[in-house]
């Protein structure tokens, strides 16, 4: 029998033992909230970093006829990134210069990127949205920075666990790598091992 807990709780288990996690600390700044111009480049960027390309400068700064941009070139999986993650602002297959224009001029239906799309933004999630913060905060950022950046992210981040057990002992357990931050840990609930089983992600 395990207990599943999440970041940011504190619970009194039925051995008696009291566990705490923190919040996961990120190698780089990461929100939950973007704007959906930086989600959307930050689609974009991501996928094709994520493909073992690169790009010269992603962008949020709106300029006449456009709300951000990715400088480079993309792979068609990249150009079709953000409309198949529901970010918008794609165009249609009528405009030359639009996502959907590219990707039409090309010869690619989104539709069928749509599955490689997903496992790449899956196994990605936190460096996707450390993109998409940074473009937040900066505005610009340049292809360098952005590969910085996607690599931290995806080293995962740090959680602690603080374990108080029933006969007064304390412990504390650092577990580095934690990727999803939306998934809990499994504690064992028997806390008095030696040594004691690390936590594992579900």
Same mark, same amino acid.
């Given at each position: 029998?395990?207990?599943?807990?999440?970041?940011?709780?504190?619970?009194?288990?039925?051995?008696?033992?009291?566990?705490?996690?923190?919040?996961?600390?990120?190698?780089?700044?990461?929100?939950?909230?973007?704007?959906?111009?930086?989600?959307?480049?930050?689609?974009?960027?991501?996928?094709?970093?994520?493909?073992?390309?690169?790009?010269?400068?992603?962008?949020?700064?709106?300029?006449?006829?456009?709300?951000?941009?990715?400088?480079?070139?993309?792979?068609?999986?990249?150009?079709?990134?953000?409309?198949?993650?529901?970010?918008? $602002?794609?165009?249609? &297959?009528?405009?030359? +210069?639009?996502?959907? @224009?590219?990707?039409?001029?090309?010869?690619? *239906?989104?539709? =069928?990127?749509?599955?490689?799309?997903?496992?790449?933004?899956?196994?990605?999630?936190?460096?996707?949205?450390?993109?998409?913060?940074?473009?937040?905060?900066?505005?610009?950022?340049?292809?360098?920075?952005?590969?910085?950046?996607?690599?931290?992210?995806?080293? $995962?981040?740090?959680? &602690?666990?603080?374990? +108080?057990?029933?006969? @007064?002992?304390?412990?504390?357990?650092?577990? *580095?790598?934690? =990727?999803?931050?939306?998934?809990?840990?499994?504690?064992?609930?028997?806390?008095?091992?030696?040594?004691?089983?690390?936590?594992?992600?579900?």
């Amino acid at each position: 029998m395990s207990h599943i807990i999440r970041a940011g709780e504190r619970r009194v288990l039925s051995t008696g033992d009291v566990v705490e996690i923190s919040k996961v600390k990120h190698r780089v700044p990461i929100r939950e909230e973007v704007s959906h111009t930086a989600g959307h480049e930050a689609a974009h960027g991501g996928i094709e970093m994520a493909l073992g390309g690169s790009f010269d400068e992603l962008s949020v700064v709106p300029g006449p006829g456009y709300g951000g941009y990715v400088k480079g070139k993309l792979s068609p999986v990249a150009i079709a990134a953000p409309y198949v993650l529901g970010y918008g $602002g794609a165009g249609s &297959k009528d405009i030359p +210069e639009s996502d959907l @224009g590219q990707l039409h001029a090309l010869g690619y *239906d989104p539709h =069928k990127l749509a599955p490689h799309v997903h496992t790449l933004f899956n196994n990605n999630k936190a460096a996707f949205q450390a993109l998409a913060t940074a473009a937040d905060d900066h505005g610009v950022i340049t292809g360098s920075h952005a590969r910085h950046i996607f690599n931290e992210a995806n080293k $995962g981040g740090e959680m &602690k666990i603080k374990i +108080e057990r029933k006969d @007064g002992s304390k412990k504390t357990i650092y577990v *580095d790598g934690i =990727k999803d931050t939306n998934r809990p840990l499994v504690i064992p609930v028997d806390l008095s091992a030696r040594p004691l089983p690390l936590p594992r992600s579900l």
